[in-house]
Each structure stands twice: as C-alpha cells, then as structure tokens.
Nanobody, 125 residues
C-alpha cells in the first residue's frame, strides 16, 4: 500500500488549492481515504475523509464549506480542492488510507494505517 501526495506549493490567499493523492498497491474500492494536515507547532488535524463503502464524505470544521473531496477511480487517485485558502491553511498535507470497516470514515489519524509522505502548502501573498 503506497500513497503519493502532490500539488503543494505557494498559494495566493483567496485563490484555490488542489491536492492529489495517487494510490498504488490497493484499490480505492476497499480503503477509506483521509486528508490530514499539520501546521508548524500544531497537532495533526483531520480535514476530510471518504468512505469506500458508501462514498460518504466528512469535513473538519476548519475546512467545511471550502473543501471538496473527490475520487478518480480510473486513476486510483483522490483529490482535495479548497477554495479561499488563508495563511492559517499553511501546513504539510497528508493523505492516508485504512481498510474500510463500515459506512463511516474517520477524521482521527489514529484510524489510519498507511500514510503518504506529505506535501507542503504555503498560503501567502
């Protein structure tokens, strides 16, 4: 099971942010996927997840209404898009996977077994 996050870099405040996570060695049909981020000096925060069982998504309060999680099954890739990023969104963003166990997905990092290497997003003008 491998995950490769990409799409980080310098983003203008108020613009848009798009991250992708390529999965290999497993199928998105069987694994829940989560997006997390960790800002300097802060704990890792779950911001979004999708259930493999029923495709339900969840969003953390900090990104709710600004983020959209989608899956490209043909490419075995998940995408996270965020509108109106702010400097507080600056962080290393990670994708993670766990074998699905039900209809819900989790925003807690404890639930995930497999992690990508992270991609740095800096929101600044």
């Amino acid at each position: 099971v491998q995950l490769q996050a990409s799409g980080g870099g310098l983003v203008q405040p108020g613009g848009s942010l798009s991250l992708s996570c390529a999965a290999s060695g497993f199928s998105l049909d069987n694994y829940d996927i989560g997006w997390f981020r960790q800002a300097p000096g802060k704990e890792r925060e779950g911001i979004s997840c999708v259930s493999a069982t029923n495709h339900a998504t969840r969003y953390g309060d900090s990104v709710k209404g600004r983020a959209t999680f989608s899956r490209d099954m043909a490419k075995n890739t998940v995408l996270l898009q965020m509108n109106s990023p702010e400097p507080v969104d600056t962080a290393v963003y990670y994708c993670a996977a766990r074998r699905t166990s039900g209809n819900d997905c989790y925003l807690g990092s404890w639930a995930y077994d497999h992690w990508g290497q992270g991609t740095l997003v800096t929101v600044s003008s």
